[in-house]
């Protein structure tokens, strides 16, 4: 008996081996790569979790404060070294100066548009998808976009200076202070009509609009500034000239246009709350303005032949007139229906002389 308990208890100690290393080579089987796995990478590296685009728009308030920070550094910079530099070589100055092409600042200024540019794609992307926005008012973004871009080029590199120089070679009897008005005030008309459109666009932001109204108040003294108004030199003093004030209004443009992004993809996902509508306070009573009736008033007839039928009876038993005279041309046409109106307002007065009449009787 022993020798078959034994024997009994090697044979199950046998078959657990055998699974132990069938479910060991399993393991290892599994671990392998499959057939259909060749690429070599995790699955972080599938499409699915991969970053979106709309992973580049700032969510947090803390990040937007850092941004503007850098932004506010980098104007400072650029300012300081414009007025420390000013006593330097040429080629210094034009470096570190604040107008004109090839400078830090205009490739600064350049970078930034284009990265409005971006901006306003990001924002048609998604605003695009409203679905209450039956004029497609979310093309307006695309016409920003473009002009950011041409801003980008125009501030790097002033290519109108170029432009006029090809106008001046045709037989156009334009100076180059003409052609310079032309340009300045087309950008300007430009600008105003998509700054208003910009600013009905982005109304119901408040974040939005912080970047906005300064970026507006920068362009509009840029622009007073640009056709020499008198009185605008007595309000901007030194520090604030042209190239510094275009810097500002650069930056706040860019904050503009991805504060709206942020704005736009907040609201395609809920996060936004609706407008509280103000309810009626149930304790406050209502009034009710009394219903009118209206009541029928007695016929005037102002016709002096109808002075003798006019009779002082109820209004209930007078005979509303009716307005049987239509508009016409032909003054012969009026007489006969005039005519006809007064018979017929005798017959019925004589037809309400006989009911009377009978009833009394």
Request: charged share 25%; glycine share 6%; with cysteine.
């Amino acid at each position: 008996m022993q020798f078959r308990r034994s024997g009994q208890r090697d044979e199950r100690r046998r078959r657990v081996l055998i699974d132990e290393s069938t479910g060991d080579s399993g393991q290892v089987a599994s671990s392998q790569p499959s057939s259909g796995d060749h690429s070599g990478y995790t699955e972080s590296a599938r499409l699915e979790n991969q970053p979106r685009l709309t992973d580049l728009i700032p969510q947090q308030l803390r990040t937007w404060l850092l941004l503007v920070l850098l932004a506010a550094a980098a104007i400072y910079g650029l300012q300081q070294a414009s007025s420390r530099l000013l006593t330097g070589s040429e080629e210094v100055v034009n470096r570190f100066g604040l107008d004109g092409p090839g400078t830090l600042a205009a490739w600064y200024s350049s970078g930034l548009l284009l990265v409005a540019a971006g901006g306003c794609l990001m924002v048609y992307l998604v605003r695009r998808h409203k679905v209450d926005d039956y004029r497609g008012h979310y093309r307006l973004w695309l016409w920003v976009s473009a002009w950011c871009l041409v801003a980008s080029l125009e501030t790097a590199t002033e290519i109108h200076r170029s432009l006029q120089a090809a106008v001046m070679g045709l037989a156009v009897s334009l100076s180059a202070e003409e052609l310079n008005w032309g340009w300045l005030i087309a950008v300007s008309l430009g600008g105003l009509v998509l700054g208003v459109r910009i600013s009905i666009e982005v109304r119901k932001s408040y974040w939005t609009n912080c970047f906005w109204l300064p970026a507006v108040a920068a362009y509009l003294t840029v622009m007073l500034l640009a056709f020499d108004v008198s009185w605008i030199h007595h309000v901007v003093k030194a520090p604030l000239t042209g190239g510094l004030l275009l810097l500002i209004a650069h930056t706040a443009l860019a904050g503009m246009v991805w504060m709206e992004a942020r704005h736009v993809f907040r609201d395609a996902q809920g996060l936004i709350p609706a407008k509280k509508v103000k309810a009626r306070s149930v304790s406050e009573p209502v009034e009710e303005s009394p219903r009118q009736v209206p009541v029928a008033s007695a016929p005037v007839f102002t016709d002096p032949e109808d002075k003798e039928y006019l009779l002082a009876d109820d209004p209930v038993d007078q005979v509303v007139e009716e307005n049987w005279l239509e508009a016409t041309d032909d003054l012969e046409e009026q007489r006969i229906r005039r005519k006809q109106q007064r018979a017929e307002r005798k017959r019925l007065r004589r037809q309400q002389r006989k009911d009377r009449r009978r009833r009394v009787a």
